[in-house]
Structures are given as structure tokens and as C-alpha cells.
């Protein structure tokens, strides 16, 4: 409720990383080394506190309130909708999430699906609602890891994934028949810390949107 | 068997049900020092009855089952729909305006995204049948009080306007669908997807550019002349007049200090008709408290009435007050009344209602015991003092860290009724 208090930021591992700690670094709120980030998982500024967390755990530590703001791919927050404010695109990391199914499949568009898809995902929400939204039945398997691998030996009859270059696809022998979403690097915060410590949160947020605009 | 329980649903243990009990009962109080009456609606409601209340979403969430006369009932979700109810039907004779108060857990089929319940409990205050500032600036006021009252030592109170939301949608010139798509935006909180929406009309007004810098509409009595100069609407332009009212009538309660007036406070929009508002306390990620104007519930009840009221949630709070720096104290048992034979027995048992007369804390033994291991059992109880009755004249009197002293069992209840340890 006084101003200048230390904001913390809960910052993705991953794919997301690098440019995160660029957007910091642009920023000037906080240059942070990769090996830096490498040896600790919470790392203390003048300003900020960077809390290094897996991608899927930012949106838990921002509505909680551990952290005040939080960088998290679009397509995470699909998957766990909450109470924090979405309030910048960063304009990085961005890709899409589509349906694949392999090379060799018959099925394209909706006109061609069967009665009953089965899809294997690490998106079931997003991919339910999206089929739901199509009047489209579906069978979403859950999988954790390696989900390309799930139609070439006859689990699904395709999946959906997230893809920025398509490589991976490719080298699998799937091809993209339908995007669902495209997803960027969004920057999250929490509702509280929004209302009670408005002006520390709200100087963060412009900075970090102002080094967006410039970098994207 | 289940000796955890059915997940969602937890038991409390002493100290954290000795915390919340107390919380409600200092919120109570509050309450009816403001002359609130207190009313106690059933568990279970008519589903008809939470039909005309509840929204789509609040409706799906209940437990919902029939009665054996093949009625659906379901257990009740909040408590606001009851007490409009109750206003409507058994009070329909009493005078508006009513104060009323109510405390009791609730229930959801799903569990909060915090703290993972499904039953939870609320205290809430309602004044129904008065409109205008005065009221709405009288339950903020209760609010703040209430909060003040459970030990939350740092709080605020944010206040903002469900018309001037409504004006500003009114104003905005977009497609209907748009605009439908505007409001899902905003009940997300998603600011990037509303800022792609807006993008992509070619009419931009002053309206416009309020709904892109919605979160950022805080502050004080500056925000309103702010947002003066940017309205063009009578609705938002009203909710802003009346905004100030309540605003200088807060400083008059006492607590200008902790409002801060938010414009851009998303609420449900469909319920809430005028004045809103919401309490935050320190180092939680979520409003503790959450209330605001709704005039149109009564009429859906058949008795037509302006109405406003609040929801404190107890598990927050008592969460907010057992993580404090300095948890509140709680009173612990004050005398462990231990004793040995059938000569102790009777003078034991009186020294105990001798105490609880006084107001304190007693427990007397179950068993005969030796003063050694009434001394382990002392331990056992955590109380303050150790009595023990051996014998009908005198008892052994230890206090922590000081020497047993023998007294005549009256001398040792005065000393420590006075507060003489």
C-alpha cells in the first residue's frame, strides 16, 4: 500500500526462458545471466524478485499471490483458466496450436472426421472445447510426454499439439490439418496485487510492455 | 472407511476452528452493533427458489438432489438468495428497512481454485428496502469494521460502479456481438483479448479508450475527475456523481483512509446494479470481503426493493489471521483442577465452578491421581495453573515458574480471578 516495494515475477523454464530474460533485461528491471539462472530458482533485484518455475506452475504462483505478475505462454492459460489479469502480449514465443494427423491418414477437414475422434493431447481442455465447438465427438487420451508418437502406432487417429517451426512434426510423418490457437508469451498478474500495491505493480507492467513494443 | 473424509470437505482442528469461530463471532458482533438482526436460514433450499436468484453458473455448481416427496432441493450455495427469500415471504409484513446478518457454511459441487473446498463459510450483512448513498456508504462502513473487528490489522477497501461499467457499454459504439464478446473479455480479465477486440473497430470514443485502461481506473477522489472529463454518458456520469457522495460520507465514517475508488472493478454485472466493492487484506491473493447494490433480486420474489449488502469469507480471513506475523491469541485453558481420593473429589469440582463463575477456563480431572503424575497431566492439558485437591481444607497451587503453594481452595480461585498469578 506504500510505493517502491520489491514486485516479484514468476518467470517460465523452458522454451519461454531466454526471451523472458531478455524482456527483464530490456527492460532494465532486472539483467540476469543464464548461468545466474542456471545455479537458482529465485533471484532478488533492487526492484525485483525473479522466481524461476515450470511453465504450467506460473498461473498457481500468480493467483496465489507468490508472485505479483508472471510470464506464461497463451496456451498455458487455455489449459488453467484463473482469477489473475491478463494484460500484455509480449509479441515472443510464439506458435500455434494445431491438429496433426499422419501423412499417410485419409482424414483433412471436418467433412472427413469419424463419428468418434480420438486425440491424444497435453491441451485437453482446449482440444474438448474446440471439438465441442465443432459438434464434433471426441476422445481426448492424456498424455504427458512424446504425444507425436501416438497416432503413428494407432493410439489416435491424430493429436494436438503446440508447434512453432513444424520440425518436429515433419520428422514424424504427421501434417497439420487445423489450428486451434495461436499462442504468444502473455504477461499475468494477480488480482490483489493489481489493487493493493498499485503503483510498485503498475510501473513494472509499463516497463515491461514498453520493452515488448520495442522488441516485437 | 474413509477416516479423511470426502475430498473438498475438511474437518478443523482446535486451533484452526477456535480461530474461525472467533473470527465469526467478532464479525457478528460488528454486525450487531450496527443493529443487524441475525437470522439463521435452512441448509437446504427449493431449487425453484435459487432458480429465481442464481445465475447459470452459481446454479450449476450446487448439490442438488430430491426430497422424498420428489422435490429438487439443493444445498445452499451462498446466502443472500435465502435472506431475499425470507424478506419476501415470512418478513414480507416487517417495515423496510431491514438489517439483517447471517453466518453458516456453504457449499459448491466444485472445488475453489484456493485452498481446494467445497464447503466454506460466510458471514454476511444485508440492508434491504433503503436506496441512495447513505445506505451504500453504511455497509462499506460495516465492511471496513468487520474487517477491523477479526484483528486484520492492514486492510483497504476498493469501491467502484456497476452503472458506470453499464453506461460506458452503452456508450461504446460496436456490434452487438462484439460487445457480447467484450463483456466475456472482461469477466476473464483478459486485457490482451479486449484490446484485439477494440483494435478492430474503426469507431473509437472516449469510451473506447476507458475500457482499454480499465485496471488501471484506481486511485482517489482525482480518479473521478479524471474519468469525468472522458464520459459522455448520463449513466456513467450518475454512477460518478454518486461515487463522490459515498466517497466523502466514507470519510466521514471515519475510514477515507483505507477506500480507494476503482472504476474498473469487474463483478458479476448482471447482479449487481449500483455501488460495489471489495476488501483486501494483506498478503492474500484474493478479496476477503465482497459486496455491493442489487436492486433487482427482491422484485424476483414478489416484494420489489432496493437492496445492498456483503459476504466476508470466514476461511480467508482465518487463513489471513493464522499466517499473521503475530497470530491472535487465543485463550487457553486457565486451570488443570486435578485431585486424589474421595477427599479431593468434591473440592475439586467446586473450585472448578468457582473459576468458570469468574469466567475463566477449568478442567477437572477424570481420575484419582498421585501430585506427581497430576504434575505430567498438567503438561498433558497445557493449562496455566496446576490445583490439586488432596483433602477438603487446603489444595496445592502451582503456577508456571513459580513454587507450589498450599491455600485454602477460595484464596487461590480470588487470586487467580483477580489476575494474581
Known amino acids: 500500500m506504500t510505493t517502491q516495494e520489491t514486485v516479484s515475477i514468476a518467470i517460465p523454464t523452458g522454451v519461454l526462458l531466454d526471451g523472458a530474460r531478455g524482456l527483464l533485461a530490456t527492460s532494465g528491471l532486472a539483467a540476469l545471466s543464464a548461468e545466474e539462472l542456471g545455479r537458482q530458482l529465485l533471484v532478488e533485484r533492487e526492484r525485483v524478485r525473479v522466481i524461476i518455475v515450470r511453465p504450467t506452475d506460473v498461473p498457481a504462483y500468480v493467483d496465489y499471490g507468490a508472485a505479483d505478475l508472471g510470464i506464461v505462454g497463451k496456451d498455458i492459460l487455455w489449459e488453467t483458466p484463473g482469477s489473475h489479469y491478463e494484460l500484455v502480449d509480449l509479441h515472443f514465443g510464439g506458435c500455434r496450436l494445431v491438429l496433426a494427423v499422419p501423412n499417410a491418414s485419409a482424414l483433412d477437414g471436418p467433412q472427413t472426421w469419424p463419428p468418434l475422434m480420438r486425440v491424444a493431447t497435453k491441451y485437453p481442455r482446449?482440444?474438448?472445447a474446440w471439438f465441442e465447438a465443432r459438434g464434433q465427438a471426441v476422445e481426448i487420451v492424456r498424455l504427458h510426454g512424446s504425444v507425436e508418437l501416438a497416432p503413428q502406432v494407432g493410439l489416435v487417429d491424430g493429436i494436438v499439439d503446440l508447434t512453432a517451426s513444424g520440425r518436429t512434426l515433419r520428422e514424424n510423418?504427421?501434417?497439420?490439418?487445423a489450428v486451434l490457437g495461436s499462442s504468444t508469451a502473455r504477461l499475468i498478474a494477480n488480482q490483489a496485487s493489481l489493487k493493493t500495491r498499485t503503483a510498485s505493480v503498475q510501473s513494472v507492467v509499463s516497463r515491461l510492455r514498453e520493452a515488448s513494443n520495442h522488441a516485437g | 472407511m474413509q477416516l479423511g473424509g470426502v475430498p473438498g470437505f475438511r474437518d478443523l482442528l482446535p486451533l484452526e476452528a477456535e480461530i474461525l469461530r472467533e473470527a465469526q463471532e467478532s464479525l457478528l458482533a460488528e454486525m450487531r452493533r450496527w443493529g443487524y438482526r441475525h437470522v439463521i436460514t435452512p441448509l437446504v433450499e427449493a431449487m425453484d427458489v435459487l432458480d429465481l436468484g442464481l445465475g447459470v453458473e452459481q446454479?450449476?455448481?450446487?448439490?442438488?438432489?430430491?426430497?422424498g416427496r420428489g422435490d429438487v432441493v439443493a444445498l445452499v450455495g451462498e446466502r443472500t438468495v435465502p435472506v431475499a427469500r425470507l424478506v419476501a415471504g415470512k418478513l414480507r409484513t416487517a417495515a423496510l428497512p431491514l438489517r439483517l446478518c447471517y453466518a453458516g457454511p456453504v457449499v459448491s459441487?466444485?472445488?475453489?481454485?484456493?485452498?481446494?473446498?467445497?464447503e466454506t463459510y460466510q458471514v454476511g450483512a444485508e440492508l434491504i428496502g433503503a436506496s441512495g448513498s447513505v445506505a451504500d456508504a453504511e455497509v462499506i462502513a460495516l465492511a471496513a469494521k468487520c474487517m477491523e473487528a477479526t484483528g486484520i490489522r492492514r486492510y483497504q477497501i476498493d469501491v467502484g460502479h456497476a452503472e458506470f461499467f453499464h453506461g460506458i457499454m452503452d456508450a461504446v459504439r460496436l456490434p452487438e456481438d462484439v460487445k457480447a464478446a467484450v463483456r466475456t473479455a472482461l469477466g476473464a480479465r483478459d486485457f490482451v483479448g479486449l484490446e484485439a477486440l477494440l483494435e478492430d473497430t474503426p469507431l473509437r470514443s472516449a469510451e473506447h479508450e476507458l475500457l482499454l485502461r480499465f485496471p488501471a481506473l484506481r486511485g482517489g477522489l482525482e480518479i473521478l475527475d479524471a474519468a469525468a472529463g472522458l464520459v459522455r454518458n448520463e449513466r456513467s456520469e450518475k454512477a460518478l456523481a454518486q461515487l463522490r457522495e459515498v466517497y466523502d460520507l466514507l470519510t466521514d465514517h471515519?475510514?477515507?483512509?483505507?477506500?480507494?475508488l476503482d472504476l474498473g472493478a469487474i463483478r458479476d454485472f448482471d447482479y449487481y446494479t449500483g455501488v460495489i466493492f471489495e476488501g483486501y487484506g494483506p498478503d492474500l491473493g484474493r478479496p476477503v470481503a465482497q459486496g455491493g447494490r442489487y436492486d433487482g433480486l427482491l422484485a424476483r420474489f414478489g416484494r420489489a426493493a432496493p437492496a445492498t449488502g456483503f459476504v466476508v469469507q470466514l476461511d480467508l480471513v482465518s487463513e489471513m489471521l493464522t499466517r499473521a506475523a503475530r497470530p491472535p491469541e487465543l485463550p487457553r485453558v486457565d486451570a488443570a483442577i486435578a485431585w486424589r481420593g474421595a477427599a479431593g473429589l468434591p473440592g475439586a469440582l467446586r473450585v472448578g465452578s468457582t473459576l468458570r463463575l469468574f469466567g475463566m477456563r477449568a478442567v477437572v480431572d477424570t481420575e484419582s491421581r498421585s501430585q506427581e503424575a497430576a504434575r505430567n497431566w498438567w503438561e498433558a492439558v497445557g493449562a496455566a495453573n496446576l490445583i490439586y485437591c488432596a483433602d477438603g481444607s487446603t489444595v496445592t497451587w502451582s503456577a508456571r515458574g513459580q513454587r507450589a503453594r498450599r491455600l485454602p481452595p477460595e484464596q487461590v480461585a480470588a487470586r487467580l480471578a483477580g489476575g494474581i498469578a
Open chain 2, 59 to 67: 446454479r450449476r455448481r450446487l448439490f442438488k438432489f430430491t426430497d
Open chain 1, 126 to 128: 482446449t482440444a474438448n
Open chain 1, 173 to 177: 510423418g504427421l501434417r497439420v490439418t
Open chain 2, 254 to 260: 471515519g475510514i477515507g483512509d483505507v477506500v480507494i
Open chain 2, 109 to 118: 459441487t466444485e472445488e475453489s481454485r484456493f485452498q481446494h473446498r467445497r
